[in-house]
């Protein structure tokens, strides 16, 4: 059997950006052929992406594509596991790619948009499969939004970690950009407070009444200190409560009186809002891949 060495096992990786291990492995299967071990790796592709959708992909990226007339759009987010990754020019399109086949197709649902063929002429699934073993990372299309309106819709991209759509009727593209940015930096959770989760505002009127009443107040003191944290919090999560952004003076609401617009709503999309980021120690990691190397195949 062919002697494996490092350098080959350096150079495997640098030409299809898998695992040193891996890499390793597929050299000794095809006894030190650099070729052979290339072509195998390339075979087990879709085993790559299978093994690789067990690690944490947090990192990654949003992307938005709206329609020449401002009426259909789409807001996309695609992660993978590291921000270097989220930065890689294959990455970047493949997400571009698929915000503007939503934006086109209108379909939401994750499976069917992962069958769909992109301009390439490969499915959506079979290039994600494909950047995975390219890149040596997980990678996974998160979640999608699609919106057709009688109005208009305005966009805003915070670098390519926050993106906003904005679905209006009234006002002008300025007055569109505007809110979009301010929904990105106050980040409300809906338009309005009747359109607030009940068990949501249940949970914090039970909070708030548990506050009050250790003040030793009298009952209707306590109610109408209750209903004044109510008032504050409807304001700051509801982007017609919310002072403007540009205006601190003026709410939303006045805001969009004064232009004669109305928001029907929005979407926010932040890059792995809400998942559970593992902790690395690189330093070990690199230790044990190091020793692992050393070790007789």
């Known amino acids: 059997m062919a002697e494996i060495t490092a350098g080959m096992v350096k150079e495997l990786r640098e030409l299809t950006g898998l695992g040193m291990m891996e890499c390793k492995k597929a050299l000794s299967e095809a006894d030190g052929d650099l070729k052979a071990a290339e072509d195998l790796l390339r075979i087990r592709s879709g085993a790559k992406a299978s093994k690789a959708a067990g690690r944490i992909a947090a990192e990654g990226m949003v992307a ?12 996309v987010e695609v992660n993978c596991e590291t921000d270097f990754v989220g930065k890689n020019d294959d990455f970047v399109a493949f997400v571009r790619d ?18 769909m063929s992109l301009p390439s002429g490969s499915t959506v699934e079979d290039t994600r499969k494909a950047l995975v073993m390219k890149v040596g990372e997980n990678m996974t299309l998160r979640r999608v939004a699609y919106v057709k309106t009688a109005g208009h819709l305005s966009t805003y991209l915070h670098g390519s970690r926050i993106g906003v759509l904005v679905d209006i009727t009234g006002g002008d593209e300025a007055l569109g950009k505007d809110l979009a940015m301010h929904i990105a930096a106050s980040k409300p959770i809906c338009v309005s407070s009747e359109q607030v989760d009940a068990e949501l505002l249940q949970r914090e009127r039970d909070i708030y009444t548990a506050q009050a009443a250790d003040s030793g107040k009298p009952a209707d003191i306590v109610s109408k200190m209750v209903d004044g944290r109510i008032a504050k919090y409807l304001a700051e999560v509801t982007l017609l409560g919310q002072d403007f952004v540009k205006d601190p003076e003026q709410k939303v609401e006045k ?20 998942i559970e980021k593992k902790t690395e120690d690189f330093a070990a990691e690199v230790a044990a891949t190091a020793a692992s190397l050393a070790q007789p195949v």
């Open 64 to 75: 938005v594509h709206v329609s020449d007339d401002g009426k259909t759009g789409a807001l």
């Open 255 to 274: 805001l969009l009186k004064t232009k004669g617009a109305q928001v029907n709503g929005f979407h926010m999309f932040i890059v792995g809002e809400g």
């Open 98 to 115: 698929v915000a503007h086949l939503v934006a086109t197709s209108g379909q939401t649902d994750i499976l069917a948009v992962s069958t």
